[in-house]
């Protein structure tokens, strides 16, 4: 190894090599800061897009957590409807019992305001009245028999048959007060 000489009386002169090393050592680290700066701004974006994310999440859990506490006026009016809308056919059926019919099986769909009927009756006379009475209610749009049929029983023939009721909305006629014949 050499040992440098130093001359007190001559000014110091750098080698000339340094100052380019160091010119691009300042380079190098500032592409660096650059390059480590947009990967965070990188990752500033991802967790505030991830922070929108969750903030509209628990928006819509505190909208539903919300409707379900406050119950909206279209709601309440909607299940009011709801419950309500099977009550003219479960009227039509209590006002039009006769001790002559006996119901074997009842649909009622309120979707459709469609009411499903198989009764038996003692004589065709008595079914056609029925039948007759349920047309003649103001709270009926229309009544079709499906089937009929006579059963041979112990106590004499009894006749079998199947009627569709479609009635209207409720409100939208007066229940007649007079009982079924």
């Keep these: 190894m050499k040992v440098p000489s130093i001359n007190l009386h001559r000014p110091y002169a750098a080698p000339r090599w340094s100052g380019i090393a160091v010119l691009l050592l300042s380079v190098a680290a500032l592409v660096a800061v650059m390059q480590g700066l947009d990967r965070l701004h990188a990752r500033a974006a991802r967790m505030d897009d991830r922070e929108s994310e969750i903030t509209r999440a628990e928006q819509a859990r505190a909208q539903v957590e919300h409707a379900h506490r406050n119950p909206a006026p279209r709601r309440t009016a909607l299940q009011a ?16 019992w006769q001790p002559d019919i006996a119901m074997l099986r009842i649909d009622i769909a309120t979707a459709t305001r469609e009411m499903h009927l198989v009764f038996e009756a003692r004589s065709i006379q008595t079914a056609l009245s029925y039948i007759d009475w349920l047309d003649a209610q103001p709270s009926t749009e229309s009544v079709q028999i499906e089937r009929q049929a006579e059963k041979p029983g112990p106590a004499g023939d009894v006749m079998e ?19 079924a014949p």
């Design 81 to 96: 409807q709801q419950a309500y809308a099977v009550e003219p056919a479960r009227d039509l059926l209590e006002r039009g």
């Design 161 to 179: 048959v199947g009627v569709v009721v479609h009635w209207k909305p409720a409100g939208g006629a007066v229940a007649a007060t007079e009982p």
